[in-house]
T-cell receptor, first 113, second 114 residues
Framework: AQTVTQSQPEMSVQEAETVTLSCTYD???????LFWYKQPPSRQMILVIR??????QNATENRFSVNFQKAAKSFSLKISDSQLGDTAMYFC??????????FGKGTRLHILP | NAGVTQTPKFQVLKTGQSMTLQCAQD?????MYWYRQDPGMGLRLIYY???????DKGEVPNGYNVSRLNKREFSLRLESAAPSQTSVYFC?????????????FGPGTRLTVT
């Protein structure tokens, strides 16, 4: 069975610092998609970044980038120049394209002024 | 486009009462999903519907029923609510087979069962 593990339940960093959130997953598939979703206090789930497993290049979206290590089954999220608005719960998620997404348990990130 | 809408936003039920959570999407997506979110548990899939007229159980289906009324609407019913069903419920939709496979989420319903 596929699983997604986020080993950091909670993190705090100072504004403007860089922070990395960890995620590992387990699958026997070779072609799949990985996501990071953000859930701010408003509760809305927002897609931050997406990575396709067959693409070697790490995805980036402005201040957000990933370090995708396929052999290690690792998919970490780096937030550069962190801002107060980045305070949220972050979920790592996986799909092998079978209609379902599996979510990790989340990392609560606090950006401190 | 409104995206994915859910009603109600908040609800308090007594044990044994029933209710239906409504979800609709206007993105012409084939697949729709119901999740529950509990502290420390992430999002867990209750039921999903890959297309109009089909539904399948997810990870935690007990105590729930669903109806895919048409392509736009997917409802979740609690026949006899229990305190263990106190949670935040999210509806989502997607169009598998496209380039992204991402899911789009509604704003959630906070349900409390006393």
């Amino acid at each position: 069975a596929q699983t997604v593990t986020q080993s950091q339940p909670e993190m705090s960093v100072q504004e403007a610092e860089t922070v990395t959130l960890s995620c590992t997953y387990d699958t026997s598939e070779s072609n799949y998609y990985l996501f990071w979703y953000k859930q701010p206090p408003s509760r809305q789930m927002i897609l931050v970044i997406r990575q396709e497993a067959y693409k070697q290049q790490n995805a980036t979206e402005n201040r957000f980038s990933v370090n995708f290590q396929k052999a290690a089954k690792s998919f970490s999220l780096k937030i550069s120049d962190s801002q107060l608005g980045d305070t949220a719960m972050y979920f790592c998620a996986f799909t092998n394209r079978d209609d379902k997404i599996i979510f990790g348990k989340g990392t609560r990130l606090h950006i401190l002024p | 486009n409104a995206g994915v809408t859910q009603t109600p936003k908040f609800q308090v039920l007594k044990t044994g009462q029933s209710m239906t959570l409504q979800c609709a999407q206007d993105m012409n997506h084939n697949s729709m999903y119901w999740y529950r979110q509990d502290p420390g548990m992430g999002l867990r899939l209750i039921y999903y519907s890959a297309s109009e007229g089909t539904t399948d159980k997810g990870e935690v289906p007990n105590g729930y029923n669903v109806s895919r009324l048409n392509k736009r609407e997917f409802s979740l019913r609690l026949e006899s609510a229990a305190p263990s069903q106190t949670s935040v419920y999210f509806c989502a939709s997607s169009r598998p087979g496209t380039a992204s496979y991402e899911q789009y989420f509604g704003p959630g319903t906070r349900l409390t069962v006393t």
